[in-house]
T-cell receptor
Framework: SQQGEEDPQALSIQEGENATMNCSYKTSINNLQWYRQNSGRGLVHLIL?????REKHSGRLRVTLDTSKKSSSLLITASRAADTASYFC???????????????FGKGITLSVRP | EAQVTQNPRYLITVTGKKLTVTCSQN?????MSWYRQDPGLGLRQIYYSMNVEVTDKGDVPEGYKVSRKEKRNFPLILESPSPNQTSLYFC??????????FGSGTQLSVL
């Protein structure tokens, strides 16, 4: 099944720096979603970007989508220690009536923000 | 408060002893789904449901059962658990094509 692949697998930065995480996928999508997971807890939705959108913002988060390159990036600006978590991209392919029924997650990026 | 409630949070059992992990959501969502998360494998979908009495297999359904008799509840049943089902399980729900809400997870160990 289609799967987003995140890059890098792990990222360590200093508090205050920006963190950029990338996601690539193989086939067309309906939308792409980013989630955060704190140490074994449930995933929390960050941003959903649809295939006809190129950029979205939410607070310190900025997501871009390039459907020609089949890639997305998540930028966290002015990072904080509390941003330490795993980040996942998830792709929703078209043709399944929506509803996330075929939403497929990547393996995640581990972000460590050093105080 | 909008939430997905999973129980139990931790469960240790023995091979072959039937168990049920409950999942309930209070957001009137049509879509519900179960995932398992294993190191190095990410999240994999077990079963999903588009609405009451409508369920379908995900990527790794073997050894699991589900039911959707009410809109709010979507229990995961392991009829005869085996050690390879030791994993972290998540229930999730959403409105159609919108963001998923996840439960807090159930850490299952099958001895």
């Amino acid at each position: 099944s289609q799967q987003g692949e995140e890059d890098p697998q792990a990222l360590s930065i200093q508090e205050g720096e920006n963190a950029t995480m990338n996601c690539s996928y193989k086939t067309s999508i309906n939308n792409l979603q980013w989630y955060r997971q704190n140490s074994g807890r449930g995933l929390v939705h960050l941003i959903l970007i649809r295939s006809n959108e190129r950029e979205k913002h939410s607070g310190r988060l900025r997501v871009t989508l390039d459907t020609s390159k089949k890639s997305s990036s998540l930028l966290i600006t002015a990072s904080r220690a509390a941003d330490t978590a795993s980040y996942f991209c998830a792709t929703d392919p078209p043709g399944w009536g929506g509803a996330n029924s075929k939403l497929t997650f990547g393996k995640g990026i581990t972000l460590s923000v050093r105080p | 408060e909008a939430q997905v409630t999973q129980n139990p949070r931790y469960l240790i059992t023995v091979t072959g002893k039937k168990l049920t992990v409950t999942c309930s959501q209070n957001m009137n969502h049509e879509y519900m789904s179960w995932y398992r998360q294993d190191p190095g494998l990410g999240l994999r979908q077990i079963y999903y449901s588009m609405n009451v009495e409508v369920t379908d297999k995900g990527d790794v359904p073997e050894g699991y059962k589900v039911s959707r008799k009410e809109k709010r509840n979507f229990p995961l049943i392991l009829e005869s658990p085996s050690p390879n089902q030791t994993s972290l399980y998540f229930c999730a729900s959403s409105s159609l094509s919108e963001k998923l809400f996840f439960g807090s997870g159930t850490q299952l160990s099958v001895l």
